[in-house]
């Protein structure tokens, strides 16, 4: 199925190749962003992979009025920019107000748009208007049916840089489900399709609180994600997943990145070989 490409750089959303969406859920501390990146980076060349960087500076869907919500967006995009330069990567985080649309356009390449908020008409347009890339994650309570209403809405705002991400929907009561076959429905509307392995294993506010999650099925989801045609990949990665200060019980660890990066790829090669229809 043909779709609009976009592009990064040298990154292409759309192409032969499987990009990916890696780092913390947020930004704990300049001094670990920094670690992670850098880590990240060596695991990403060694597997001659293209990324982009992701961290919040913000959570601001925390389940917990005294959960972590990161160190703000002027401290959060000056430690973005940095690593930006240093390591000389493409960097996505999220928006969660249209006012400070302009101030992340200044340092992502994609913006964004939370899952929560996906119908929010005023940051859909404010993002849109910035010309940058928007990565629009489908709502938990969203059929996939229904992105198109979304997409017109960045269209119309004069922007078709549109990326679609599945990211599990809402079964009964904290729980999701990944229906695989959204990839395939949110692919007619012409855009590349990223799946989400580690959100899409949450277990929404399980805990009183914070949001628990099942780590065990991200390898089996992305895999699926891949039969299914997906066109990128998203993974949040932490050095020590059992204190991460946030979504502690869904990020992938560190030390397996490079051996899940390997199977993703092998896989991958499989499906285009033998197994695409």
């Known amino acids: 199925m043909n779709v609009h490409k976009v592009n990064i750089r040298d990154i292409i959303f759309g192409g032969d190749h499987l990009p990916m969406i890696l780092g913390p859920c947020v930004i704990e501390s300049r001094d670990h962003c920094f670690s992670m990146a850098e880590q990240i980076v060596k695991i990403a060349d060694k597997n001659s992979i293209n990324f982009i960087f992701k961290s919040s500076f913000d959570k ?38 249209p006012e400070q649309a302009s101030q992340i356009a200044e340092v992502a390449d994609i913006i964004q748009i939370p899952a929560f908020l996906c119908r929010q ?54 729980s ?17 399709i990223i799946f989400d392995a580690t959100h899409s294993a949450q277990i929404p506010g399980n805990h009183e609180k914070t949001t628990d999650g099942n780590r065990e099925f991200i390898p089996s989801q992305i895999f699926a994600s891949i039969a299914s045609g997906v066109d990128g990949i998203f993974m949040e990665v932490h050095n020590d997943v059992d204190n991460a200060l946030s979504d502690a019980s869904t990020q992938w660890p560190l ?16 499906y285009l070989e033998h197994g695409k229809f």
């Open 60 to 97: 601001a869907n925390r389940t917990s009025i005294t959960s972590f919500r990161g160190n703000g967006i002027d401290e959060g995009l000056k430690i973005l920019d940095e690593i930006k330069s240093n390591f000389e990567i493409p960097i996505t985080t999220d928006i969660h107000l």
């Open 121 to 174: 008409t005023d940051i859909l347009k404010a993002a849109a208007k910035t010309g940058k890339i928007i990565n629009v994650k489908k709502g938990q309570f969203l059929s996939p049916h229904k992105v198109g209403n979304i997409i017109k809405k960045i269209e119309e705002s004069g922007n078709r840089n549109i990326l679609l991400t599945e990211r599990g929907t809402t079964f009964g009561y904290d």
């Open 176 to 192: 999701l489900m990944t229906d695989m076959r959204s990839i395939s429905i949110m692919k007619k509307f012409g855009y590349p």
């Open 255 to 270: 030390n397996k990145l490079d051996t899940i990066i390997g199977s993703i790829k092998a896989f991958r090669k499989t």
